[in-house]
């Protein structure tokens, strides 16, 4: 049963913009918190960016920040990353992720994999020179 769906990857040149999208279903669907991450080929899963189901700030990786944005529309049911200004650097495996634990280890904003119960399978995102 898919819990977490990606869509939206793909080829873009560098400068170019993308917008993943991630719909959760079954339990992921009712989650505290909902976030990005991705996988570089050869490098270890970085956080890239995270949202409340219950509205309030979102948080990023600081290293994205101004260039990525993240969204949820309710009434969709759907989590977007807005992606702009990408560089190749940003080729990864992009993943959607699903935390069902409220304020787990007292953390507001989850940032780490294992603070999540849900995962996608992952979308690519490659960036062209």
């Known amino acids: 049963q898919i819990q977490l769906l990606e869509s939206g990857g793909g080829l873009v040149q560098s400068g170019g913009s993308l917008r993943l999208s991630c719909t959760p279903s079954g339990r992921a669907a009712s989650s505290y918190a909902l976030g990005w991450f991705r996988q570089a080929p050869g490098k270890e899963r970085e956080f890239v960016a995270t949202?409340?189901?219950?509205?309030?700030?979102?948080y990023y990786a600081d290293s994205l920040k101004g260039r990525f944005t993240i969204s949820v529309d309710s009434a969709k049911n759907t989590m977007y990353l807005q992606m702009d200004s990408l560089k190749p650097e940003d080729t990864a495996i992009y993943y959607c992720?699903?935390?069902?634990?409220?304020?787990?280890?007292?953390?507001?904003?989850?940032?780490?994999?294992?603070?999540?119960?849900?995962w996608g399978r992952g979308t690519q995102v490659t960036v062209d020179y």
């Open positions: 992720a699903a935390a069902t634990r409220a304020y787990y280890k007292g953390r507001y904003y989850y940032t780490v994999g294992d603070e999540y119960d849900y």
């Open positions: 949202i409340r189901r219950s509205g309030g700030s979102p």
